[in-house]
């Protein structure tokens, strides 16, 4: 069971990035899957989730408006576009499978996870 992050990079205020977490089709299978972040110093945040069918998203209400959550369920894909990015963005962004085909939020709720890509916003 694996699960790669990528897209993470430097970026100035206000720019976007778009992350991606490929799997292998074991791990999708039927799984919600969700981001979650960890800046220097904080435990790791809820950022957002999509439901198996891509039908339910939910976001942390920091990224709301900027952050939009995807997948591509043929590619084995889930990706996080970023917009509008802040200093405050600036974090190691992690994918996670849940237990079940539903988004969640809590991180018990997840099961696999990736080994993370790291997000650095300027000011």
């Known amino acids: 069971v694996q699960l790669q992050a990528s897209g993470g990079g430097l970026v100035q205020a206000g720019g976007s990035l778009r992350l991606s977490c490929a799997a292998s089709?074991?791990?999708?299978?039927?799984?919600?899957v969700g981001w979650f972040r960890q800046a220097p110093g904080k435990e790791r945040a809820f950022v957002s989730a999509?439901?198996?069918?891509?039908?339910?998203?939910y976001y942390a209400e920091s990224v709301k408006g900027r952050f939009t959550i995807s997948r591509d369920n043929a590619k084995n894909a889930v990706y996080l576009q970023m917009n509008n990015l802040k200093p405050d963005d600036t974090a190691v962004y992690y994918c996670?499978?849940?237990?079940?085909?539903?988004?969640?939020?809590?991180?018990?709720?997840?099961?696999?996870w990736g080994q993370g890509t790291q997000v650095t916003v300027s000011s």
């Open positions: 996670a499978a849940a237990r079940g085909s539903t988004a969640v939020v809590a991180i018990s709720e997840y099961q696999y």
């Open positions: 089709r074991r791990t999708f299978s039927n799984n919600g």
């Open positions: 999509i439901s198996w069918r891509g039908t339910t998203t």
